[in-house]
């Protein structure tokens, strides 16, 4: 079974732009989570998907969006591109929501200029 | 401040010893705990999960261990391979109204196994 897909790997933006995300859970995973992690404030928690509708939202500021498909792929979009949002953007998928036992995706490397 | 601690910060131990991580957590009410390992470069991936009605869970070399009444727990590594040298994430989660979760991370304990 292949596991937790995340594209693009790298990514280098400018401050100002806006970036989109995409993750593709586990086949039959319903639940998809969004997290930053950055060596200063380690892991953070953006949001949860489930059922494309967003269960669970962590505490970022309205430039961090995301969207869930009827097939359980997940985006997420980051606008105005400051420079502390370089980051390691990691999605994690479980089976249902509730943040059972999930698995992670290689993360996507995101630096802004 | 965090309320998920996580002690020693980093730790070098030589390969075949035992080694004890630390999580100290004051969030309240409390779902369960869990403790990943990431690999440099890699995303995190899950060594246990327990809740509050479990103090030990363990998964091969590795062994968790919770105290919900004095909020802390531990994982145990026997034996370490070079392959354990990462950072070992413990994560609480807590319940809020209208079925929501809150995920409380620490900050991570950086292992490195010499040989």
């Known amino acids: 079974k292949a596991g937790v897909t995340q594209t693009p790997r790298y990514l280098i933006k400018t401050r100002g732009q806006q970036v989109t995300l995409s993750c593709s859970p586990i086949s039959g995973h319903r639940s998809v989570s969004w997290y930053q992690q950055t060596p200063g404030q380690g892991l953070q928690f953006l949001f949860e998907y489930f059922s494309e509708t967003q269960r669970n939202k962590g505490n970022f500021p309205g430039r961090f969006s995301g969207r869930q498909f009827s097939n359980s792929r997940s985006e997420m979009n980051v606008s105005t591109l400051e420079l502390g949002d370089s980051a390691l953007y990691l999605c994690a998928s479980s089976l249902d929501r509730g943040f059972n036992e999930q698995f992670f995706g290689p993360g996507t490397r995101l630096t802004v200029l | 401040k965090n309320q998920v601690e996580q002690s020693p910060q980093s730790l070098i131990i030589l390969e075949g010893k035992n080694c004890t991580l630390q999580c100290n957590y004051t969030v309240s009410p409390f779902s369960n705990l869990r403790w990943y390992k990431q690999d440099t470069g890699r995303g995190p991936v899950s060594l246990t999960i327990?809740?509050?009605?479990?103090n030990t869970k363990s998964n091969g070399r590795y062994t968790a261990t919770l105290d919900a009444d004095t909020k802390q727990s531990s994982l145990h590594i026997t034996a370490s391979q070079l392959s354990d040298s990462a950072s070992y994430i413990c994560v609480v989660t807590t319940p809020y109204s209208n079925s929501g979760y809150a995920l409380n991370f620490g900050k991570g304990t950086s292992l490195l196994v010499t040989p």
């Open positions: 327990m809740t509050f009605s479990e």
